[in-house]
C-alpha cells in the first residue's frame, strides 16, 4: 500500500511567519503534489514535482513555494503566511509515465492566525 | 464554464437505495477519468478507474460517454458506510489532473 505522511494534521500559525509542510511518501514516485482544499472550491493544486529538484506552478502558486531535495520529500513552503491561506492542505504522489492516479496524505488543516 | 463539474449535493438516500452521479468535463481530449471517495476531514482516496467500456466493482458501476463528455457513478444497494462526497477527477489533456468539487452523499437509515 501506498504511504504518503503529512508532517502534521493540525498546525496553527501567525501571520507573517514562515511555513513549513512536510510530505514523504515510500512508494518510490517520481511524482509530487501539493494541493489546498477549501470550501466549495474543491482540490486546487499549488504545485507539483516531476523529480528531484525539478518543480512546476500549479494553478495558484502565489503565495508558496516547494523543494525537492530527495525524492520521498516534498515540502511546501509559505514565505510569510496570510490569513488567506488558512486551508486543508493535501500532498499527492503518483508514478510517472501518462496519467496515474494519486495518493493522498491525511492532510494538514493549516490556521493563520 | 468548470473544467470538472459535478452537483454539489447533497443527496440523501435510504439505505438500500440506488444512486446515480454525474459528471461533466470539458476537455474533450481528456483521456483518464477517476473516481474519488473523501470522507469527512479526511483525505481523498481512490474509488475506481473509469474506463472507456464502462467498469464495475462490486456494488458500483462507473461509466464513461465521451460524446457527451460526461461520467457516471452508480452506487446500488447503499450502505450507511457509503456516506462520503465522491469527487470526479479527469486529466487535463497533459499529465495533470483537475477535480470536481465533489458531489455529497447521505445514507440514511
Known amino acids: 500500500d501506498v504511504k504518503v505522511t503529512q508532517s502534521s494534521r493540525y498546525l496553527v500559525k501567525r501571520t507573517g511567519e514562515k511555513v513549513f509542510l512536510e510530505c514523504v511518501q515510500d512508494?518510490?514516485?517520481?511524482?509530487m503534489f501539493w494541493y489546498r482544499q477549501d470550501p466549495g472550491l474543491g482540490l486546487r493544486l499549488i504545485y507539483f514535482?516531476?523529480?528531484?529538484?525539478?518543480?512546476e506552478k500549479g494553478d495558484i502558486p502565489e503565495g508558496y513555494s516547494v523543494s525537492r531535495e530527495k525524492k520521498e520529500r516534498f515540502s511546501l513552503i509559505l514565505e510569510s503566511a496570510s490569513t488567506n491561506q488558512t486551508s486543508m492542505y493535501l500532498c499527492?504522489?503518483?508514478?510517472?509515465?501518462?496519467?496515474?492516479?494519486?495518493?493522498f496524505g491525511d492532510g494538514t488543516r493549516l490556521s493563520i492566525l | 464554464r468548470k473544467e470538472v463539474e459535478q452537483d454539489p449535493g447533497p443527496f440523501n438516500v435510504p439505505e438500500g437505495a440506488t444512486v446515480a452521479f454525474n459528471c461533466t468535463y470539458s476537455?474533450?481530449?481528456?483521456?483518464?477519468f477517476f473516481w474519488y471517495r473523501q470522507d469527512c476531514r479526511k483525505e481523498p482516496k481512490l474509488l475506481m478507474s473509469?474506463?472507456?467500456s464502462g467498469n464495475e466493482d462490486g456494488r458500483f458501476t462507473a461509466q464513461l460517454n465521451r460524446a457527451s463528455q460526461y461520467i457516471s457513478l452508480l452506487i446500488r444497494d447503499s450502505k450507511l458506510s457509503d456516506s462520503a462526497t465522491y469527487l470526479c477527477?479527469?486529466?487535463?489533456?497533459?499529465?495533470?489532473?483537475?477535480f470536481g468539487g465533489g458531489t455529497r452523499l447521505m445514507v440514511k437509515p
Open positions: 476537455n474533450s481530449a481528456s483521456q483518464s
Open positions: 512508494m518510490d514516485h517520481e511524482n
Open positions: 514535482s516531476y523529480d528531484v529538484k525539478m518543480k
Open positions: 473509469v474506463y472507456s
Open positions: 477527477v479527469v486529466d487535463n489533456a497533459g499529465n495533470m489532473l483537475t
Open positions: 499527492a504522489s503518483s508514478l510517472l509515465g501518462g496519467v496515474q492516479p494519486q495518493h
